[in-house]
């Protein structure tokens, strides 16, 4: 697949976020279940680095909700999050210590299908310096696209 499939996919700057959409073959309210469960992300994880919720973690998110994932980039590591937005079968995003947001916006089609917009959100990042060494922006940006195929592709082998 190339990029042209994807509806936007863009690294903005200005606004401190990447942005990154594409049509899902699923009913809204079945992506967002995925997405409320932590079990659920690392089926879809596009960057290799989510590995599994830590056994503590709830089996679905709300709003105030933290959770922790292990993690591996390198070394193994675990992270916690806090959902920070939450809109059931609409909008989900949560943050850690970092400050960055991955945020996701579910846009229910016509035909049944939703369009699925990932955004990583750096604009209350602590460290913005610290994304730019890492090269974070470009890391995560072709994450998100791989991220959002593999969710594309977790619907249509349903």
Do not use: C
């Not at 996919?9 to 279940?33: C, G, H, M, Y």
């Not at 922790?68 to 909008?91: C, L, S, W």
Request: aromatic share 8%.
């Amino acid at each position: 697949m190339t990029n042209s499939q994807f509806l936007e996919s863009t690294i903005d700057s200005k606004n401190e976020v990447i942005r990154v959409s594409l049509v899902v073959p699923a009913p809204a309210k079945d992506i967002f279940d995925l997405l409320a469960s932590p079990a659920g992300h690392a089926v879809i994880d596009g960057s290799g680095n989510v590995k599994a919720p830590l056994a503590d973690a709830p089996d679905r998110l709300a709003l105030g909700t933290k959770f922790g994932m292990d993690m591996k980039m390198g070394v193994k590591y675990k992270i916690t999050n806090e959902v920070v937005e939450f809109e059931e079968n609409a909008r989900i995003a949560w943050r850690h210590f970092g400050g960055h947001i991955w945020r996701y916006i579910l846009e229910p089609q016509a035909d049944g299908s939703t369009k699925v917009t990932e955004e990583f959100d750096w604009k209350k990042n602590k460290s913005k310096l610290m994304l730019k060494v890492i090269n974070a922006f470009s890391k995560n940006h072709k994450s998100m696209e791989q991220t959002l195929l593999r969710m594309r592709d977790h619907f249509a082998g349903k």
